[in-house]
């Protein structure tokens, strides 16, 4: 199983150090950025899990990366850490698109703990076990493989990565360019038809009626809807 990835934007050298130290000691793989503008883009580039985010930073503020974040991602955890620690502070983060908030000073134990805690509720609404069924379909997200009514079909990587973002945002509407952001890159040139002939692709596979879906639903005028069941249970998802 792969590392979870965390996105540090931190500009206290000494605070950015500690950090990258304790959670790469806990089996996380760890990426750095120092000013607003260097934590959004890797926030877009790098695709971390988790983002652990200052407010008070060079250029852009941490209000300001984190609204622009839920614009495009609604996956990934964020994690604010402030020395702001006056209510509307926390309010104002929360309502801006965090999951969770911790003032400075800190318990690095607490912290720990926090990040852990947001990347089990992140895999658990994800749907992203082992395994996660709807209808005739099985989703095997270890060994990357769709299986319908028992038989293995073949789906490219990014028809793959289309339905696993579909499933992980089940009962969600995505738009157009959230799934083009995700999927093919934000410095992708593509098109909303692009996202709508891989959908098209993606129901011919694992709809029963690709015309009339039961699980890939089109949203008009915004984007697409994944209804599918919650996982099993036992399932890991």
Not at 85 to 106: C, H, I, R, S, T
Not at 163 to 179: A, C, M, P, W, Y
Request: with cysteine; charged share 30%; glycine share 10%.
């Amino acid at each position: 199983m792969s590392k979870a990835k965390i996105l540090v934007v931190e500009d206290d050298p000494a605070i950015l150090l500690g950090l990258e130290k304790n959670l790469t000691y806990e089996g996380y793989e760890v990426v750095k950025a120092r000013d607003g503008e260097a934590g959004l883009e890797s926030a877009f580039t790098e695709r971390p899990d988790l983002i652990v985010l200052d407010l008070m930073l060079p250029g852009l503020n941490g209000f300001e990366i984190c609204r622009q974040v839920r614009k495009h991602d609604t996956t990934v955890a964020i994690l604010i850490l402030s020395a702001k620690g006056f209510e509307q502070d926390k309010v104002l983060g929360l309502d801006v698109g965090a999951d969770d908030y911790m003032v400075k000073p800190f318990s690095v134990k607490e912290l720990l703990a926090r990040v852990r805690a947001l990347l089990r509720k992140r895999k658990a609404l994800s749907g992203e076990g082992e395994l996660y069924r709807f209808g005739g379909t099985e989703v095997d997200f270890t060994a990357r493989l769709v299986r319908v009514d028992g038989h293995v079909i073949e789906t490219s990587k990014k028809e793959f990565e289309l339905l696993r973002l579909l499933i992980r945002n089940r009962g969600r509407v995505l738009s157009r360019d959230q799934i083009l952001n995700h999927v093919w890159g934000y410095d992708y040139d593509g098109t909303p038809r692009t996202i709508d002939n891989f959908v098209q692709k993606l129901r011919e596979k694992v709809e029963k009626d690709a015309d009339n879906p039961e699980f890939i639903r089109t949203v008009r005028g915004v984007g697409y809807l994944f209804e599918g069941p919650a996982p099993a249970a036992g399932t890991g998802a």
